[in-house]
């Protein structure tokens, strides 16, 4: 029995496919096929029924794929353990979604790079779901998303924070006389970011804003389907006079022009800091998501995803 053998056999069962975990492994086709038969022949038992061109583990397989996890595991922790001491230089491959890739990775990248200039980043960007199929098919290292509180046996959770989803327009879009607003409609300052519950664009009404013109991401973005999902419960619905994934886009609409949007507290946080933005707080309506950071429970945690977990977590406190 070989360790690429093994390799080879976790690939097709988490892939469901020889085929693709032949492309996967830059084997052939037939590469993988004959390791499969091997290891069948070795074992004395069969490991996969075939299905067309999909394979589906049999009951001895799924069993087999737990001891060829554990073996794989102990094999990559050894080869590591023996370079400890060296510099972090292994490249890492991190899925995350759009809003935290412009509000948040560039500051905890450069960190990172800063003190680990040899390791090689490879971003992925997507929805949740498509970053969740892709680390259980060891396409990733980690994933870092906004969601609900998500859990599965299979996953690691390094890190959960409540998030915020806020309303958040110009500090003059409102017109003068608004609750909350100083002369000729201009917002009066906030206390820091520390203070956001308490804006100061006062109070506003589920119907008051609902008049109001909304640049919102598109629905596939899940804070946007929490909104939804809110407005639905309340027998209310919205239509926005915009809509993109584009979250810094959306961010410059409402610096230039009379809207609103829905948006993670993050994406906005330099806005509000720096006045250009104002959080718009409205009656008996609080949404929050959850920033999380996973790995695959087979997946060994590398030092370098140690690492950006580590200045992941740091960057809240700063």
């Not at 001491?85 to 759009?98: A, F, V």
């Not at 110009?170 to 300052?189: H, I, L, M, R």
């Not at 013109?213 to 929490?226: D, G, I, M």
């Not at 707080?281 to 790995?295: A, G, H, L, T």
């Amino acid at each position: 029995m070989e360790l690429r053998q093994l390799q080879t056999f976790v690939q097709a069962a988490q892939l469901q496919s020889f085929s693709r975990a032949a492309l996967q492994l830059g084997y052939s086709q037939s590469a993988v096929t004959v390791q499969i038969r091997m290891l069948e022949k070795e074992l004395g038992t069969r490991l996969f029924d075939r299905m067309g061109k999909q394979v589906v583990l049999t009951a001895q397989g799924q069993k087999f794929l737990e001891h060829a996890n554990t073996i794989l595991y102990e094999v990559d922790r050894t080869r590591l353990s023996m370079h400890e001491d060296e510099e972090l230089k292994n490249p890492l491959h991190i899925g995350t979604i759009e809003s935290l890739c412009t509000a948040k990775f560039p500051a905890i990248v450069s960190r990172f790079r800063e003190r680990y200039p040899q390791v090689k980043f490879q971003i992925t960007v997507g929805t949740p779901e498509e970053l969740i199929r892709m680390m259980e098919h060891d396409l990733l290292d980690m994933i870092y998303i906004l969601d609900a509180p998500r859990w599965s046996e299979n996953w690691v959770k390094a890190m959960e924070l409540a998030e915020p989803i806020v309303f958040v327009a110009s500090p003059s879009f409102w017109s003068e006389g608004s609750p909350g607003t100083g002369k000729a409609g201009e917002t009066v300052p906030c206390a820091g970011l520390e203070g956001w519950r308490e804006a100061c664009t006062g109070h506003k009404t589920l119907d008051e804003i609902l008049q109001e013109p909304f640049f919102l991401t598109e629905k596939n973005a899940n804070y946007r389907q929490a909104l939804d999902q809110y407005l639905a419960s309340c027998h209310r619905s919205l239509s926005p006079v915009l809509e993109i994934s584009d979250t810094a886009f959306i961010i410059q609409m409402l610096e230039q022009s009379r809207g609103l949007s829905f948006l993670p507290l993050f994406a906005v946080q330099k806005q509000i800091r720096e006045g250009t933005l104002a959080v718009v707080k409205v009656d008996n309506v609080e949404i929050s998501m959850y920033r999380q950071i996973f790995y695959h429970k087979n997946k060994f945690k590398t030092r370098e995803m140690e690492q950006f977990i580590a200045f992941a977590s740091e960057e809240e406190n700063r």
